[in-house]
């Protein structure tokens, strides 16, 4: 593969985050902007674009576990956002905990194509991000009635209680 391939994909790929960039500026600083703006669709689908190439790219060319995430990080963002935009009943309120579990799974993917296994590095990242996220996601549905705030008072010291006893549970069977 010859250097100046990578380095387009770099650039492609830097030129989406500033398209993802701009987007996420422009739907939240002007409440007047509707998610149908001219500029923030063409972000939308540059990002599909240039995500899908990204992913065509690292598969056939380059290889690199980093530029698959990349594509598949910005492929399956726009895709979810513009399902939720046209398709889906609920808005973008409610549907951001999909975009934390989407980039859990696409980790895990991009752990298993890098080592052609699981690797713990990859996979407890993932998990974590999936878990917290499902758990966002009861509230945003209001699944579970209770104020977020009251059960985050009690979860989170409680979820950096089990994570610290894992960590020190892994250490010890080193």
């Known amino acids: 593969m010859k250097n100046h391939g990578i380095k387009l994909l770099n ?6 985050l500033i398209f993802f960039v701009i987007a ?8 007047s902007v509707q998610p149908t703006s ?9 990002q599909l674009i240039v995500g899908a190439f ?7 060319k380059t290889k690199k576990a980093y530029h698959l995430f990349c594509g598949m990080l910005f492929f399956s963002m726009s895709v979810l956002t513009l399902l939720i935009r046209w398709c889906l009943p609920y808005n973008l309120n409610v549907w951001w ?6 980039s859990g799974v696409e980790l895990i993917i991009t752990g298993a194509y ?13 998990c974590c991000l ?9 509230f945003t549905f209001q699944i579970i009635k209770v104020p977020f705030t009251k059960v985050t008072k009690v979860t989170v ?9 894992f960590f020190i549970l892994m250490f010890v069977l080193q």
């Open 24 to 31: 996420l500026v422009i739907l939240l600083n002007e409440p």
């Open 54 to 60: 990204a992913i065509y790219w690292s598969l056939s």
């Open 38 to 46: 001219v500029l923030y669709m063409v972000c939308l689908y540059a």
């Open 130 to 138: 999936i878990i917290v996220d499902l758990w966002y996601m009861l």
């Open 97 to 102: 905990p999909v975009f934390g579990i989407l």
């Open 157 to 165: 010291p409680s979820f950096f209680g089990v994570v610290a006893m």
């Open 11 to 16: 650039i492609l790929l830097s030129i989406t």
């Open 114 to 126: 890098k080592y052609r296994k699981l690797k713990f590095g990859y996979l407890f990242p993932a």
